[in-house]
């Protein structure tokens, strides 16, 4: 079974514009979370989606954004970049029901503002 | 809300040597612990966890972890290390127990393995 995919692996942004990463999950996962992993904050958690829907949201600006389509990929959008916006961005995906609670990650999408 | 801290930023042991990385967590509710290992440039690999079953948890790569809820700790072990197992380590709790998969994240222990 193939596992979670994010593309683009790498992206070097500059202040002030906008980026969309993409997010496959494994196949017949229906949740995808994405992360933010920084060396001062750590892995933070931005959001979820089950179902196309948002089911959680993390403590960031509405600059970062995301959705989810029918097939469960998901797109995560980072509008009027900043420098602290540089980090490792990571999907999760699950079957997001009660019946298995874990999750897999994907290599991750490392963003560079300069 | 919960929470996991990991005490010991870095680690380091000889090959061979016992591997003990430390969790502690802080939850309201039975907790949903895991073990995610990351190398260098990748994702996250879950290693091991623990869903209210059986308290020690055996993982993949030799390792396990024991929950003890009397000391609140998921710490996790491996009888002998190995070069490979050089990487960082990250313990982690689910907030939601299925209404949602977020996770709360410790903010990780690097291991170094000494030839």
């Known amino acids: 079974k193939a596992g979670v995919t994010q593309t683009p692996r790498y992206l070097i942004k500059t202040r002030g514009q906008q980026v969309t990463l993409s997010c496959s999950p494994i196949?017949?996962?229906?949740?995808v979370s994405w992360y933010q992993q920084t060396p001062g904050q750590g892995l933070q958690f931005l959001f979820e989606?089950?179902?196309?829907?948002?089911?959680n949201k993390g403590n960031f600006p509405g600059r970062f954004s995301g959705r989810q389509f029918s097939n469960s990929r998901s797109e995560m959008n980072v509008s009027t970049l900043e420098l602290g916006d540089s980090a490792l961005y990571l999907c999760?995906?699950?079957?997001?029901?009660?019946?298995?609670?874990?999750?897999?990650f994907g290599p991750g999408t490392r963003l560079t503002v300069t | 809300a919960q929470s996991v801290t990991q005490l010991g930023s870095h680690v380091s042991v000889s090959e061979g040597a016992l591997v003990l990385l430390r969790c502690n967590y802080s939850s309201s509710v039975p907790p949903y612990l895991f073990w995610y290992v990351q190398y260098p440039n990748q994702g996250l690999q879950l290693l091991l966890k623990y869903t209210s079953a059986a308290t020690l948890v055996k993982g993949i790569n030799g390792f396990e972890a024991e929950f003890k809820k009397s000391e609140t700790s998921f710490h996790l072990t491996k009888p002998s290390a190995h070069m490979s197992d050089a990487a960082e380590y990250f313990c982690a709790v689910s907030d939601g127990g299925g209404a949602t998969n977020k996770l709360i994240f410790g903010t990780g222990t690097l291991l170094a393995v000494q030839p």
């Open positions: 196949s017949g996962h229906r949740s």
């Open positions: 989606y089950f179902s196309e829907t948002q089911r």
């Open positions: 999760a995906s699950s079957l997001g029901d009660a019946s298995s609670y874990e999750q897999y």
